[in-house]
């Protein structure tokens, strides 16, 4: 069975930095697509970017790229998402979805797979 666990969230100031961390499961961590979705209050979830692994090239949100790196280790099966710059405008519950049944590409992440329960990151003004 396929599970993604997000970690990493918190309360950070305008201008700060967080990672968030994303830990798979069930299955081989060399073909697979990770992507971070967020959602806040009264809105609807946003694709922040991804990651393909066959060469590990990401894709971003335009409200987000120069700020938030994707990145990925193998050997720990895990995703992670640096967030610097951070606004309040960040603050939102933040998904990790996971799995050989993504593709990644320009347009964000596609396709089936599992989902975090997701974490919360609130930026203070």
């Known amino acids: 069975e396929v599970q993604t666990v997000e970690s990493g969230g918190g309360l950070v100031q305008a201008g700060g930095s967080l990672r968030l961390s994303c830990a798979a499961s069930?299955?081989?961590?060399?073909?697979?697509?990770a992507g971070w979705f967020r959602q806040a209050p009264g809105k609807e979830r946003e694709g922040v970017g991804c990651?393909?692994?066959?060469?590990?090239?990401?894709y971003y949100a335009r409200s987000v790229k120069g700020r938030f790196t994707i990145s990925s280790d193998n050997a720990k099966n895990t995703v992670y998402l640096q967030m610097n710059s951070l606004k309040p405008e960040d603050t939102a519950v933040y998904y990790c979805?996971?799995?050989?049944?993504?593709?990644?590409?320009?347009?964000?992440?596609?396709?089936?797979?599992?989902w975090g329960q997701g974490t919360q990151v609130t930026v203070s003004s």
């Open positions: 979805a996971a799995g050989p049944g993504f593709r990644c590409h320009e347009a964000g992440l596609s396709g089936s797979g599992s």
């Open positions: 069930g299955f081989t961590f060399d073909d697979y697509a």
């Open positions: 990651i393909r692994s066959s060469d590990g090239s990401t």
